[in-house]
């Protein structure tokens, strides 16, 4: 347990020093972030949004504000990680990765801590502008003191099994740029960030159960919009588990078949 702590402490530092090494970098990522939730509240102004209109049937436009928040907040969890995978094809070309694979470290402690490090550097700024936020919107319905940081909680652990299992996606191939476009934009579109996935069509629902983020945001929207109980989120909850349970078994088989075909190919900077 010492190693692996140690493993995790210097994969968080290493991604410290290569990523977030600027002030600036800590700039941009709160001011895009604010930049797209004001850009998405804003572009449904031109629109109906009374009790009469067709999005009223999913959300009322006093909660408008809390969705987007959430949904934001969500996103850019998800987001971080998702570029973090990404930039792994740099370390490929660096040699770095294949440094750390012929070393006995133990891979899931280099996938979690990359993902972890990703995660806390890049969500903070913006973390603390949503709790700011949250004292100057309505529509906020709390069971009990637990809701916000059982939120929080559902959040950060979906959210790392995800990297983690992008990191793998990405050992694949020297050049995974394609899964970028791939997973970034249609998440945001598909996952509920800005609209409620009820309100789409048949063939939008289905992409946006392939999202992990979609039952993230239904449980946190739960705690935080609707005052649920944890008996009535059981169902959500397990649903939930049943997800990130699938996503583990997958980056563990995933990551041994791409370890086989390092070993196979002979060198992991190239391929």
Known sequence: MKQLGSLLLAEIIKEHRHSFHSKMVYFSLLVWPVINFVTAYYSFAPFRMGADSPLARFISYEQLPLFLLTGYLGYIFYWCLVQSSWQMSFERQA??????????????AFLYGRSLSSLIEGVW????FVLLALFFVDGIQLSGWWAPPLAFLILLVSAIVWGGFLCVLFLFSRDSSFLYTVLDEPM???????????????WAKVISFCFPLT??????????MEGASLQTMLPSMGLLAAVLLVLVTATVVLLKQAEKH???TGNMVMY
Do not use: D, H, W
Request: hydrophobic share 55%; glycine share 4%.
């Open 95 to 108: 040699g770095t990765m294949e440094m750390i694979f012929i070393s006995p470290v133990n891979r899931l």
């Open 188 to 202: 945001l579109i598909f996952s509920g960030v800005r609209l409620p996935p009820m309100a789409f069509p048949v």
């Open 125 to 128: 700024l913006f973390f603390c």
């Open 262 to 264: 390092m070993k196979k």
């Open 215 to 224: 039952y993230a945001l239904q449980l946190i929207r739960e705690l935080l």
